[in-house]
C-alpha cells in the first residue's frame, strides 16, 4: 500500500488544506499519518478527521528577541529525533509539509531517512519554516504565481491552493438553525483566524448595538475569548473556533469579515463570500497578509481595512458599503479560475514518490 506522512500546524491555516489532500489520497488507497505538536491545534483538527496523529517535541521558530530563543532548540534537536524515529518505522513513500514551525524537523528527518518530501506555501512570501524547508524538499507547491520566483531553481510549481470539498457543500438552513437566526436579515461571519484577534473582537463588540441594526452576527472569536455578558444578546453568535460547522455557517453568511490568512481568503473566494480583510500589521508577522489581502483587492475581490485604523465606528461604517455592493464583488469572483489545485499537487506526489 502507498503511503504519506503529512505534517503542518500552530494556526488552522497550516492544517486544513491537508485535510483536502488526505481525503482524496484515501480515496485512492494510501495509508495516511500526520505528524504535529503534541498541543497544537493540528493534532485536535486531525483526530476529529479520523487520521492517525504522531506527536513529536517542536519549538516555536522567532524572529524575535524571546527567553524561549534559548530553550527551543532544544526542543526542536528532540523533534528531529522523535520525526526520525516516526518516519523510519512507517517508511512512507512521501512526506507533504504545509509548514508552520512543527513541520521543520518532519522535513530534516524525512530527508535523513531519504523520503522525498513536497512542501506547500500558501502566502505570497514564503514563511520562516518553508524557507528553512526548501534545501530539503524534491517540490514547492505555491498558491500565488509571484511566489514561484521566490524560489530558486525549478522546483516551485505554481498549484494554487486546495480546498476541501466540503466547503461548497454547506446548508444555510443548519446555519441558521445552530446560531437561532432567521432569514429577514442579512448575516455577518466575523472571523480572526484560528487564535483569534483583539483588534477584530474588540471592534465588533464595540459596535455590536450598530451592526446589530443591519446584520445577524456570527462571531469566531478564538480559544479564550468568548464573552459571557453577550451570550443573551439576540442576533449575535459567538463561538471559540468551529470545524464541522464552518461549511454552513459561512454558506448563510452574506458577508465576511476577517483576518487575511491564505486558507481562509481562498476559501471565501471559492464560496463568492465578498469580504473585508483586517491583515496582521508588520509589528505582528512578516507582512504576508497585508500582501494577500492587497493582491485580492487589486482584482476586486475584498476590501481592505488597515488594523491601526480599525474602530467600531469604521467597521461598522465599511461592512455595510460592503453589504450595498456585494453583487459587485460576486461577480468579480464568477470570474476567477477555480484551479484544480488538488489534482495538480496529488501529481505531483504520484511523480516524488514514484508512482507514476
Known sequence: ????????????????????????????????????????????????????????????????????????????????????????????????????????????????????????????????????????????????????????????ECTGLPIRDEMLRGSAAKGLSLCDFHKQKPVLFVMGGSLGSRVINGAVRGGLERLLEQFQIVHLCGKGNLDPSLSAVRGYCQFEYVTTELPDLLAMADVVVSRSGSTSIFEFLYMRKPMLLVPLSKNASRGDQILNAESFRSQGYCEVLEEERMTADILAEQVSRLYERRGEYVERMKGHSNQDSITSILGLIGQVAGTK
Open 1 to 156: 500500500m502507498k503511503s504519506i506522512v503529512f505534517t503542518g500546524g500552530g494556526s488552522a491555516g497550516h492544517v486544513t488544506p491537508n485535510l483536502a489532500l488526505i481525503a482524496r489520497l484515501k480515496d485512492q488507497g494510501w495509508s495516511v499519518d500526520y505528524v504535529g505538536s503534541a498541543d497544537g491545534i493540528e493534532r485536535k483538527i486531525t483526530e476529529e478527521a479520523g487520521i492517525r496523529f504522531h506527536p513529536i517535541s517542536s519549538g516555536k521558530l522567532r524572529r524575535y528577541f524571546d527567553l524561549q530563543n534559548f530553550k527551543d532548540p532544544f526542543k526542536v534537536i528532540k523533534g528531529v529525533g522523535d520525526a526520525y524515529r516516526i518516519i523510519r518505522k512507517l517508511k512512507p513513500n512521501a512526506v507533504f509539509s504545509k509548514g508552520g514551525f512543527v513541520s521543520v524537523p518532519v522535513v530534516f528527518a524525512a530527508w535523513m531517512n531519504r523520503v522525498p518530501v513536497l512542501i506547500h506555501e500558501s502566502d505570497m512570501t514564503p514563511g520562516l519554516a518553508n524557507k528553512l524547508s526548501f534545501p530539503f524538499a524534491s517540490k514547492v507547491c505555491v498558491t500565488f504565481p509571484e511566489t514561484v520566483r521566490q524560489f530558486s531553481g525549478d522546483k516551485a
